[in-house]
């Protein structure tokens, strides 16, 4: 595609649900990384994924949040047993070079999920 | 600790006028400066990448500094526009590995009319 694309754009869940983001980089783009944005601040970095290898996953805050990446394209973040602190925005981005180094490094728009 | 600072927090300027934001950031080795705008409920979009050698680059009406030695940079932004409501952040890549990116909170921008 254009760019990348996520979806949901929004999300609301219950406490204790688990959901799962997607997000569908540019088409042949090698890397891919995530981030979680909370409100008024600049995104942290959660994982990073090179093709289907996950060779950072140093970011995620706990044993509920996991990504992957099978067939190095499409990749999933979900979250199992939601809380509040993990209301944010979760940004997807791509790069067609290994790694961040690129001047090809485009963001999604993100998803928003609220845990009420 | 690799960290990137920006200020101010956030700013309100007529249309028309121009506005500075500052980034001073902590990150070492270094690889490259990046400035986004961050349109609510967007993205971030690049509006410059700076490599060590580069000490100015502009983007239309966006104009970004780097100074390495005191690692320092700024975003001039000339005759605001509405649109130019954003928040503006800086990013900093480390070298080696895969240049992981060091993100500020970025500097919320209002234009008002």
């Known amino acids: 595609g254009a760019g990348v694309s996520q979806s949901p754009r929004y999300k609301v869940a219950k406490r204790g649900q688990d959901v799962a983001l997607r997000c569908d980089p540019i088409?042949?783009?090698?890397?891919l990384f995530w981030y979680q944005q909370a409100l008024g601040q600049g995104p942290e970095f959660l994982t990073y994924?090179?093709?289907?290898?996950?060779?950072?996953k140093s970011g995620l805050p706990s044993d509920r949040f996991f990504a992957e990446r099978p067939e190095g394209s499409v990749s999933t973040l979900k979250i199992q047993r939601t809380q509040q602190e993990d209301s944010a925005v979760y940004l997807c981005a791509s790069s067609r070079s290994r790694g961040a180094r690129g001047y090809g490094y485009t963001f999604g728009s993100g998803t928003r999920l609220t845990v009420v | 600790k690799n960290q990137v600072e920006q200020s101010p927090q956030s700013l309100i300027i007529l249309e028309g006028k121009n506005c500075t934001l500052q980034c001073n950031y902590t990150v070492s080795p270094f690889s490259n400066l990046r400035w986004y705008k961050q349109d609510t409920g967007r993205g971030p979009v690049s509006l410059t990448i700076m490599t060590f050698s580069e000490n100015t680059k502009s983007n239309g009406r966006y104009t970004a500094t780097l100074d390495a030695d005191t690692k320092q940079s700024s975003l001039h932004i000339t005759a605001s526009q509405l649109s130019d409501s954003a928040s503006y952040i800086c990013v900093v890549s480390a070298s080696g590995g895969y240049n992981k990116l060091i993100f500020g909170a970025g500097t919320r921008l209002a234009v008002h009319p």
């Open positions: 994924f090179q093709n289907e290898a996950q060779l950072d």
């Open positions: 088409s042949g783009h090698v890397s």
